[in-house]
């Protein structure tokens, strides 16, 4: 990956944002963990008396929308909309499972039969991963001003400190389509997890679950990342 251009994404919005975000917007919330709010559509975090946007909410308004558009108009935007809250339901019921699976909770909910194929899809991969670390664990970096929640970092194929991120397919091409964000986004995380906790990562994988076929792998070696 190319950090310059990584490095650029994830903080172009910061000179726009400045002088409207020294307050409080409305519309925030705050937990033990953190302060957030909405800000231009982003989830932001406030740190350190300092608001910074989502990793996940940057790439989203920095990437091609042009597929996306194509998309919507090909089917309506009823039934996009309503395939959209479907995509974002199964990955947060998938992301759940996962997280138990890692924390090594037993299993006390049942998958729903729909989510099955997607859950089958992980179970060789999930079977490689060893000595967890983190689950759900928020980072920031304080430089770049940017902020998110990953997965999980675990040994993985035998490859200590693996920063995990997990997604959900209906489409392996439209994944593919996706690829170059996806890998900024976990190189984003690798960032933010050695500036705020002080940890080093030696490669990041994106697991994908689709259904009825083994889940697709994308790893980024430590080198790969500072590129």
């Known amino acids: ?9 994830l903080g172009c ?3 726009a ?19 957030t709010a909405t ?21 989203s308004a920095t990437g091609n929308k042009a597929g996306l558009h194509s998309w919507r108009k090909s089917v309506g935007a009823e039934q996009a909309n309503q395939l959209s809250k479907q ?10 499972f996962c997280e138990r699976r890692l924390r090594g909770y037993r299993a006390t909910a049942k998958v729903p039969d729909t989510l099955k194929p997607y859950w089958v899809s992980l179970q060789p991969v999930l079977r490689q991963v060893r000595r967890v670390r983190f689950t759900e664990r928020f980072v920031y970096h304080r430089q770049h001003q940017y902020a998110d929640t990953f997965d999980a970092l675990a040994t993985y194929r035998k490859v200590p400190n693996t920063l ?17 964000d996806y890998l900024l986004q976990v190189t984003a995380y690798a960032a933010a997890l050695e500036d705020s906790h002080g940890v080093e990562v030696n490669q990041a994988v994106i697991i994908i679950a689709h259904p009825n076929r083994k889940a697709l792998e994308w790893v980024l ?3 790969q ?3």
């Open 17 to 35: 944002r400045q002088e409207k975000e020294a307050l409080c917007p409305q519309g925030g919330f705050t937990n033990p963990m953190k302060t």
């Open 164 to 180: 995990i991120d997990f997604k959900t397919t209906a489409n392996p091409d439209g994944s593919k389509s996706r690829r170059e």
């Open 13 to 15: 919005l910061n000179a």
């Open 87 to 96: 995509a974002f339901d199964r990955g947060t019921t998938i992301h759940q």
């Open 1 to 9: 990956m190319n950090q310059n251009r990584n490095l650029f994404r």
């Open 221 to 223: 070696s430590r080198d």
């Open 225 to 227: 990342m500072a590129q």
């Open 39 to 59: 800000i231009h559509g982003i989830r932001h975090y406030l740190i350190d008396g300092v608001w910074m946007p989502s990793v996940t909410g940057i790439l």
